[in-house]
């Protein structure tokens, strides 16, 4: 079983950046897969982006293409969302997820953090 914990979240104004980390602890007994998903008020949970075990593919929401990026270190078990050029619709509850493969699709991933709060002023 794996629990992931998630950190970064705050407060930042319209352009700036944060970087979300998420810590992997327990065992893990196959190689995992890592997603970033975010949800709002009122909203359903979207994908955000993701990323292969191996880091080798990603996949990104056309939202936040070119202004996020995901990578991960599997040394320390983590892995990171980049967010620069921020704006006012990504303040959101941001979560991380492990699965078995790199997935847009909520359903596909086994574990979930509890979330961190990234808010972006105007």
């Known amino acids: 079983q794996v629990q992931l914990v998630e950190s970064g979240g705050g407060m930042v104004q319209a352009g700036g950046s944060l970087r979300l980390s998420c810590a992997a602890s327990?065992?893990?007994?196959?190689?995992?897969?890592m997603g970033w998903f975010r949800q709002a008020p009122g909203k359903e949970r979207e994908f955000v982006g993701a990323?292969?075990?191996?880091?080798?593919?990603?996949y990104y929401a056309d939202s936040v293409k070119g202004r996020f990026t995901i990578s991960r270190d599997n040394a320390k078990n983590t892995v990171y969302l980049q967010m620069n050029s921020l704006k006012p619709e990504d303040t959101a509850v941001y979560y991380c997820?492990?699965?078995?493969?790199?997935?847009?699709?909520?359903?596909?991933?086994?574990?979930w953090g509890q979330g961190t709060q990234v808010t972006v002023s105007s």
């Open positions: 997820a492990a699965g078995p493969l790199a997935s847009t699709h909520r359903y596909e991933y086994d574990h």
């Open positions: 327990g065992r893990i007994f196959s190689r995992t897969a």
């Open positions: 990323i292969s075990w191996g880091g080798g593919t990603t």
